[in-house]
């Protein structure tokens, strides 16, 4: 079992930056991929970023590309999403996962996480 805890969300002007991060209990961090998703009201939970077990490996969708950069430090058990140049587009709420395996072409699939965090607010204003 691995527990997780988003925190940093918050209210944002346009244009602004957040950092979310997200801390893992339970079992050894290391073994999974960890990803943040988000959902916006009325609509289904989308992938924003993924990153592998050791770091190596970044991916993106292309709504954030260039903008967010997402991290992890395996020493502090967490996974970061920082977040530049917000739009209000990018309100939602957003989800720290973990995956056992890192699936190079359907790692975007909210089906191959195994474990979820309860999620953090996001609302960037305009």
């Known amino acids: 079992q691995v527990q997780l805890v988003e925190s940093g969300g918050g209210l944002v002007q346009a244009g602004g930056s957040l950092r979310l991060s997200c801390a893992a209990s339970?079992?050894?961090?290391?073994?999974?991929?960890m990803a943040w998703f988000r959902q916006a009201p009325g609509k289904e939970r989308e992938f924003v970023s993924i990153?592998?077990?050791?770091?190596?490996?970044?991916n993106y969708a292309d709504s954030v590309k260039g903008r967010f950069t997402i991290s992890r430090d395996n020493a502090k058990n967490t996974v970061y999403l920082q977040m530049n140049n917000l739009k209000p587009e990018d309100t939602a709420v957003y989800y720290c996962a973990a995956a056992r395996y890192y699936y190079t072409t359907t790692y975007y699939s909210s089906q191959k996480y195994n474990y979820w965090g309860q999620g953090t607010q996001v609302t960037v204003s305009s």
């Open positions: 990153i592998t077990r050791n770091g190596g490996t970044t």
């Open positions: 339970g079992r050894t961090f290391i073994d999974y991929a």
